[in-house]
């Protein structure tokens, strides 16, 4: 005979398995009093397998819980422990004489966060004035760059105009040395010719 619940072979005269210990169930027609045994020993059996598997998990849950617990304990215990640490060393037994502590370092700090934030303010408002006298300044500059473009090209044509002038002068000067010399030469001529030379 043949388990239900495990598949193990088992002489036909017992009635339990001999391996799972499940009741074990002719193959000829069964009584109904029988179906109803072997229906609530299959149920209580798989209840039981479900409270297994329901009191596993429980536990698992409990001991990720409890695991939790202790890291966030730790964990927030090393703040608290440093905080306590630092009110003994500080000398303060009392919340009250931590608040006062914070008031008075409040009382401290306070003109000088005023003080820097007029201090930022000014800066911010000298910033303001620079990049406005900035703007203006480079406005001045875009109105003057046609002006000093027409200033560049007028002093580029002047001094070719100049290189022009100076070549023409001396060009001239030579002529008028060349004619001067020429009429010298015709004037000492004449004079040769009006008073010649005594010896001759």
């Keep these: 005979m043949q388990c239900l619940k495990c598949n193990a072979q088992n002489p036909d005269a017992k009635k339990?398995?001999?391996d799972c210990g499940a009741q074990l169930t002719s193959t000829g027609p069964l009584s109904e009093a029988d179906l109803r045994a072997q229906i609530r020993t299959v149920i209580r059996e798989e209840l039981a397998d479900q409270r297994v598997v329901e009191l596993e998990v429980t536990e698992k849950v409990l001991g990720k819980l409890s695991d939790w617990g202790?890291?966030?304990g730790y964990f927030a215990g090393i703040p608290l422990a440093a905080t306590l640490?630092?009110?003994g060393f500080l000398g303060v037994k009392k919340y009250s004489d931590l608040w006062q502590m914070v008031a008075a370092a409040e009382s401290r700090i306070g003109p000088v966060i005023a003080q820097a934030e007029a201090t930022a303010a000014t800066v911010m408002k000298q910033t303001e004035k620079?990049?406005?006298e900035s703007q203006t300044v480079e406005d001045q500059i875009s109105r003057l760059k046609?002006?000093?473009s027409a200033i560049e090209a007028d002093s580029a044509r002047l001094a070719g105009l100049e290189k022009n002038f100076d070549q023409k002068f001396a060009s001239l000067?030579?002529?008028f040395g060349k004619q001067v010399s020429g009429i010298q030469g015709e004037v000492e001529q004449i004079k040769q010719a009006i008073h010649p030379p005594v010896g001759r």
Excluded: D, V, Y
């Design 130 to 132: 620079m990049k406005i």
């Design 16 to 18: 339990f398995c001999g």
């Design 70 to 72: 202790r890291m966030l």
């Design 173 to 175: 000067q030579t002529s």
């Design 146 to 148: 046609p002006k000093i």
């Design 85 to 87: 640490l630092l009110m």
